[in-house]
């Protein structure tokens, strides 16, 4: 398990990290998502132990991350850009990795490159970014890590091989239980592999719940009144529009409760959804003043 506590991180006067708080539970795949400039690729580089931190603690498994080896080998991490040596080939940045990381497996690194159909001997920096991408996936999960850290990890990958790098991913948690945390602004993508989610704002966790926790506890209702009728009362009511005579709401709470609410005041026509997880951080961060806004250009 991944914790952690308090974190805080400071560039000069600008608050990156401010008592930031998650939990990662083994065997989960944890989508980290918010805003641009939320905390996210600074967070991520605490919990790998690039980062020293200000304030707080990084856990994995009640041991501090930082300058701490032992808990190193165990985490994979694939970061927006990726890293390699500047001459360097697939087979070179191998051999780095077999003298750094006691758990690479031959077996696996010979079996990946079946997958990611490249040129172990030509240099990474001539390769395109998603053939970047896939080296990188072909040398991490051949590491066979216990966690696994990905920052927007699918980014220039074209949709067959999203779905191939997904499906090995999923493999290995299901088979391992490796435990994966990805940072992404593709919430389409991540609500279909994420089981938890958290979603931060300004250096803080907003919130952290598992994703159908997060899908039962907001619901989207689209309701026509009668006229002069009016909203029931006692709805929590994050967001309201409406077109013509079709009034649109996004409330928290559970959505039988909604319902009963919703069908006492008489309504000529309800529907309760379910909405995605993309709408859950809109209106999540809504109450932090993030939302899109109408600009007369």
């Not at 709470?253 to 993309?278: M, N």
Request: proline content about 5%; aromatic content about 8%.
């Amino acid at each position: 398990m991944i914790e952690v506590k308090g974190l805080k991180k400071r560039f000069g006067s600008f608050d990156a990290l401010n008592g930031l708080e998650l939990t990662v539970p083994t065997g989960a795949v944890y989508g980290l998502v918010g805003p641009n400039g939320a905390g996210k690729t600074t967070a991520i580089k605490h919990i790998t132990g690039i980062y020293r931190p200000d304030g707080g603690q990084v856990l994995l498994d009640a041991q501090p991350v930082y300058e701490n080896p032992e808990a190193k080998k165990r985490i994979a991490y694939i970061p927006d850009e990726v890293y390699y040596f500047a001459q360097a080939g697939i087979r070179d940045m191998a051999a780095f990795y077999r003298g750094v990381y006691p758990s690479f497996n031959e077996e696996r690194y010979r079996k990946l490159g079946e997958a990611f159909d490249l040129d172990d001997k030509a240099p990474m920096k001539r390769f395109s970014r998603g053939m970047q991408k896939q080296a990188a996936f072909r040398l991490a999960m051949s590491l066979m890590p216990e966690v696994l850290i990905l920052d927007e990890p699918v980014d220039g990958l074209d949709p067959v091989m999203r779905r191939q790098i997904w499906s090995l991913l999923l493999s290995d948690v299901a088979e391992r239980g490796m435990t994966v945390l990805v940072s992404s602004h593709n919430l389409r993508e991540l609500e279909d592999v994420c089981d938890h989610v958290g979603i931060i704002h300004a250096g803080r966790t907003l919130v952290e719940r598992s994703l159908s926790e997060l899908q039962d506890n907001m619901v989207k209702v689209q309701l026509v009144l009668p006229e002069g009728g009016a909203l029931p009362q006692g709805l929590n009511i994050l967001h309201e529009s409406r077109t013509g005579q079709v009034i649109t709401l996004i409330l928290r709470g559970k959505a039988e409760e909604i319902a009963a609410k919703v069908a006492a005041a008489g309504p000529l026509f309800y529907d309760l959804l379910p909405l995605t997880l993309e709408e859950i951080f809109i209106y999540e961060l809504g109450g932090e003043h993030y939302a899109v806004r109408d600009v007369l250009l």
